[in-house]
């Protein structure tokens, strides 16, 4: 029996260079935290004293990766927010969403989870 691909690893860590020129670029180092199997983990740490903001990044991310782009009502981009332990704040870029042919959701979603830590003021 012939093994299945995982694809998923191979597409995040072709894409790893560039977001981490991206990142450096904008003032944070980029550092994987996962497995790559299921989506893309990534910590953003401030590595000067003002890097642009949080949205900014995401954002140049996105144009990078082509990603689906989500807005609120009066058009600013929307990420899904949270604070994770240790004061992280965490956004999700889906790249995709999974659905088979029935239009149920599967889990072949492919996206990214990135952690913002705090910055010392």
Known sequence: MKKKIKSKPIFYAVCLPELQRIAIDSG??????????RDLDLVCVAWI??????YELLEKFRNYLGAMKSTTPDGKPYYSHSVLGGGRDSYIIHLNYGYNSFGEHTD???????????QIK
Not at 49 to 54: C, R, S
Not at 108 to 118: C, N, Q, R
Request: charged content about 15%.
């Open 28 to 37: 944070y180092n980029l550092l994987v935290h996962g497995s790559m199997s």
């Open 49 to 54: 004293d003002k890097p642009i903001g949080h």
């Open 108 to 118: 072949d979603s492919w996206y990214l989870d990135i952690s913002f830590t705090p």
